[in-house]
């Protein structure tokens, strides 16, 4: 790389870009060197099986996985270079959305109170945020009179909204959505994909969307990055990956998925 | 409603109470009352006991009762104040240590578990010595040693806290510490620490007492039960009524703060408290077989039912089903349709507080609602279930858990039963077999152990396996393999499998036959042709395959029309 502002420049539209990133837990090196983008309005899907990494590539986006080495760019600035307060804010620009419904939302908080602290992590109460959380309740399809809830209250689905309203409330760059459908039934995974769907309308959210769920990343994503330990073995948009894989991990992965056309017993 | 059920004060709680309240109303309303007797000097010298003094007199010729009781405020004060102090500081500092960067976390822990190890009687005797004797004094080492490990104990909760997704997602949304703690933190931690801090202040009331029993709290003219038990002393082969108020005082007062504990905790876990009350089965082992019935498993009219605040709640509202011999059946259906309470049920485990009954429950020859002999049922069924994590022991090595049905049950040696497993482990995929038996379950990946399970299955050759959601924690690429493994079994073994599963798409691959359930009832049964081609009539399975995203590539189909 010769500057920074050619470094920039190559970034272009891209919300958020790794270039090289590795991630190491102690010894052992889970990520060797991956890069990937996310550019803006897209949802990038990231599949993978279990040890593929997917999930520790997503932690490190978000800040809760330390980056040995190689750069992370959000909005155009390299995460390592910020200071600490600028950096601070880099990461409120990229918002977590945990796999667990239940554990995500603090159960001794009204719906109201976590959404108000989304919007001002200091002084945020839902009196003062009325409209907003009302807003952002309704645009995941639930009721503003919600806000005086507390979780327990609520599905696991609509707890999942209620999750990704918090997300958006923060009004982030990128959503990074790690498993979101996975522990919910498929009657209730199917209503947090057509929120996602919807969502992905106005052509302004940009997303990425860990799943090992092969037919949900079809249903929801743009472009698809396919990983299998600690690399990228295939990124493309979806509808090319999945008809023409170049990858024979890709074409294995794709014949495995029970109900789907290359399965056979 | 269904709050309201549940009792707020059990006996046990309702007693400590009482003998709390008890203790603090003498603390009260003793002084004034009783001051005279227990503090002014007569002759009446070490009197025994009689109808004007149950305990007699002491030295002074003061009343022991009346002493006691007055006694007991200042030791109520003490007691109060030195947990208070115990309990704050503690909660402060075992909080900050969690909210503070890692590498001082870390060194804090440490200190803290040294701290913690240093008996807190012994710390508060070295504060005590090195400031004046007194009760202020008793009340600050009582305190400051109590500091460690109500922090420990802090610091531990706080850190499955801070695990928590909820903790995390408000972190890095940017909520300031201070606010972190007071909003996230402490709240999730309230009521363990209110139930430990009365463990703190019986454990405190006893250290506290001792303290002035060796001199080094509560000083002449004062007194407390500690400083009583110490006067005590000098008379203890003359006069050895007079250790018994204070001592009685001390254990009531404890035993009062341990029972509100106790209450405290069995409310906050209604669970732990519950009566374990056994299901009493049926009594006849062996099951009428009715003419002409080929089936393996014969269900007729199944209902399993709970109780949910002391009444009867049936989930499992009358099934039908049978699964003849060399069949798959599915069960496929969302979470709480009943679908594995059936397949236990049908095994014979259904959970202990859960009530079973039906016209008929039959597996082979046995008699499912009544207790089979443990020889005959193991090696009729086998199950595997869906955590391939949790189903060995972690202690064992796989060959000694892996042979045990067949050393226990059908009478086979050590070796002859490890050289069976081995050809079933190697049967079924498992590399290295071999090797494997020597291993540890935490050394093999989640495919190898479910295969591993599969086999152990294969070995005692059953005619009913039963798999609940076996697949569901593997990898798409192994769950193939594995799902391989269960058609084999039936292809060559002749093995009936009923299999559960929340996945359509792989009952529907698998199975020879498949019920959807839903809400404790089958809705329909279906051909696994008729779930691919979508001729389903009830409305909740079309809305079950509508649900599912099925993949869909262009390519990959192509491919398929021109075979």
């Known amino acids: 790389m010769t500057a920074g502002t050619a470094a920039a420049e190559a970034v272009g539209t891209a919300v958020v870009s790794c270039r090289d990133v590795v991630?190491?837990?102690?010894?052992?090196?889970?990520?060797?060197?991956?890069?990937?983008?996310?550019?803006?309005?897209?949802?990038?899907?990231?599949?993978?099986?279990?040890?593929?990494?997917k999930s520790?590539?997503?932690?490190?986006?978000?800040?809760?996985?330390?980056?040995?080495?190689?750069?992370?760019?959000?909005?155009?600035?390299?995460?390592?270079?910020?200071?600490?307060?600028?950096?601070?804010?880099?990461?409120?620009?990229?918002?977590?959305?945990?796999?667990?419904?239940?554990?995500?939302?603090?159960?001794?908080?009204?719906?109201?109170?976590?959404?108000?602290?989304?919007?001002?992590?200091?002084?945020?109460?839902?009196?003062?945020?009325?409209?907003?959380?009302?807003?952002?309740?309704?645009?995941?399809?639930?009721?503003?009179?919600?806000?005086?809830?507390?979780?327990?209250?609520?599905?696991?689905?609509?707890?999942?909204?209620?999750?990704?309203?918090?997300?958006?409330?923060?009004?982030?760059?990128?959503?990074?959505?790690?498993?979101?459908?996975?522990?919910?039934?498929?009657?209730?995974?199917?209503?947090?994909i057509r929120v996602l769907q919807e969502l992905k309308q106005d052509g302004e959210r940009s997303m990425l969307f860990i799943t090992h769920n092969l037919a949900v990343a079809q249903e929801v994503c743009d472009d698809v990055v396919v990983m299998l330990h600690g690399e990228i073995v295939e990124n493309g948009p979806t509808e090319r990956v999945f008809r023409s894989p170049e990858s024979e991990y890709t074409q294995k992965l794709l014949d495995s998925v029970p109900g789907g056309p290359g399965f056979s017993l | 409603m269904t709050e309201a059920r549940r009792p707020l004060l059990r006996p046990g709680l309702l007693i400590g109470l009482i003998l709390f309240a008890v203790a603090v109303a003498t603390a009260i309303i003793a002084p004034p009352l009783v001051a005279d007797a227990a503090n002014t000097l007569t002759d009446n010298?070490?009197?025994?006991?009689?109808?004007?003094?149950?305990?007699?007199?002491?030295?002074?010729?003061?009343?022991?009762?009346?002493?006691?009781?007055?006694?007991?405020?200042?030791?109520?004060?003490?007691?109060?104040?030195?947990?208070?102090?115990?309990?704050?500081?503690?909660?402060?500092v075992g909080v900050s240590i969690w909210l503070a960067p890692g590498r001082v976390r870390e060194w804090c822990l440490r200190i803290l578990e040294s701290a913690v190890a240093y008996p807190t009687l012994i710390t508060a005797l070295i504060i005590a010595a090195v400031l004046l004797p007194g009760a202020t004094t008793a009340v600050i080492a009582m305190g400051v040693a109590g500091i460690p490990g109500f922090a420990r104990v802090t610091a531990n909760l706080a850190q499955q806290v801070s695990n928590s997704d909820y903790f995390i997602t408000a972190r890095f949304l940017g909520v300031p510490a201070r606010r972190l703690a007071t909003r996230h933190m402490i709240p999730a931690m309230a009521e363990p620490l209110l139930i430990l801090s009365t463990t703190v202040f019986a454990t405190t009331l006893v250290e506290i007492s001792a303290l002035s029993f060796v001199g080094?709290?509560?000083?002449?003219?004062?007194?407390?039960?500690?400083?009583?038990?110490?006067?005590?002393?000098?008379?203890?082969?003359?006069?050895?009524?007079?250790?018994?108020?204070?001592?009685?005082?001390?254990?009531?007062?404890?035993?009062?703060?341990?029972?509100?504990?106790?209450?405290?905790?069995?409310?906050?876990?209604?669970?732990?408290?519950?009566?374990?009350?056994?299901?009493?089965?049926?009594?006849?082992?062996?099951?009428?077989?009715?003419?002409?019935?080929?089936?393996?498993?014969?269900?007729?009219?199944?209902?399993?039912?709970?109780?949910?605040?002391?009444?009867?709640?049936?989930?499992?509202?009358?099934i039908d089903l049978h699964i003849d011999r060399a069949e798959i059946l599915g069960i496929v259906g969302e979470s709480g349709s009943g679908k594995s309470l059936t397949a236990m049920s049908i095994a014979g485990l259904a959970a202990d507080d859960l009530d079973v009954q039906g016209a008929e429950l039959r597996v082979g020859t046995m008699n499912?609602?009544?207790?089979?002999?443990?020889?005959?049922?193991?090696?009729?069924?086998?199950?595997i279930y869906q955590d391939p994590g949790t189903t060995f022991s972690p202690s064992l090595k796989m060959g000694a858990q892996l042979t045990e049905v067949l050393r226990t049950h059908m009478g086979r040696g050590r070796a002859e039963a490890r050289r069976i497993m081995v050809g079933a482990l190697a049967s079924v995929g498992v590399t290295l077999p071999e090797k494997r038996m020597r291993q540890y379950p935490y050394e093999l990946s989640g495919g190898m152990r479910q295969r591993a399970m599969i086999a152990s299955a294969v070995v005692t050759e059953p005619a009913l396996m039963i798999a609940d959601e076996p697949t569901t924690a593997l990898d798409v690429t192994v769950q193939v393999d594995v799902l391989r493994q269960f058609r084999r079994l039936r292809d060559e073994n002749g093995t009936a499998i009923l299999f559960i599963s929340h996945d359509i798409g792989v009952v529907q691959e698998l199975c020879d036959r498949v019920l959807v359930m839903r809400r404790g009832e089958v809705v329909e049964e279906l051909r696994p042709e008729q779930i691919r081609s979508r001729e389903v009539s009830h409305p909740y399975t079309r809305s079950l395959l509508d649900a599912v995203p099925v993949l869909s590539a262009a390519g990959a189909a192509h491919v398929r029309e021109e075979d």
């Open chain 1, 23 to 53: 991630v190491e837990f102690g010894a052992a090196r889970v990520l060797h060197g991956v890069s990937a983008e996310v550019r803006q309005g897209r949802v990038v899907g990231l599949v993978g099986e279990s040890g593929s990494g």
């Open chain 1, 56 to 192: 520790t590539l997503a932690k490190a986006i978000v800040g809760m996985n330390r980056i040995a080495s190689g750069e992370l760019w959000i909005d155009g600035e390299e995460v390592s270079r910020a200071s600490r307060s600028q950096r601070h804010r880099l990461y409120r620009k990229v918002q977590y959305v945990p796999q667990d419904p239940y554990s995500s939302l603090n159960p001794r908080r009204t719906i109201g109170q976590t959404l108000a602290e989304a919007i001002d992590p200091v002084g945020g109460t839902p009196r003062r945020h009325t409209e907003r959380i009302a807003e952002a309740l309704e645009a995941m399809w639930l009721d503003p009179s919600d806000a005086r809830k507390y979780p327990h209250e609520f599905s696991g689905g609509q707890r999942q909204r209620i999750a990704i309203a918090r997300a958006l409330l923060v009004d982030p760059s990128l959503i990074v959505a790690d498993e979101i459908t996975s522990a919910l039934d498929v009657s209730v995974q199917a209503e947090v």
């Open chain 2, 45 to 92: 010298r070490h009197q025994p006991p009689s109808g004007g003094s149950w305990l007699g007199t002491n030295a002074f010729g003061q009343d022991n009762v009346a002493r006691v009781l007055v006694a007991t405020r200042l030791t109520l004060i003490m007691t109060v104040i030195a947990s208070a102090i115990s309990v704050v500081l503690g909660v402060v």
């Open chain 2, 216 to 318: 080094l709290g509560v000083q002449v003219p004062q007194y407390d039960l500690g400083s009583l038990l110490n006067d005590s002393l000098d008379a203890l082969y003359t006069q050895p009524i007079e250790a018994v108020g204070p001592a009685i005082m001390i254990v009531l007062m404890s035993v009062a703060a341990m029972f509100v504990g106790d209450g405290l905790a069995a409310n906050a876990n209604p669970r732990a408290a519950r009566a374990w009350v056994p299901r009493r089965p049926q009594a006849q082992a062996a099951a009428a077989l009715a003419t002409g019935d080929e089936a393996l498993v014969r269900v007729r009219d199944l209902r399993v039912a709970g109780s949910k605040d002391g009444e009867r709640l049936e989930l499992v509202h009358g």
């Open chain 2, 368 to 383: 499912m609602l009544g207790t089979p002999a443990p020889a005959e049922l193991a090696q009729t069924i086998s199950i």
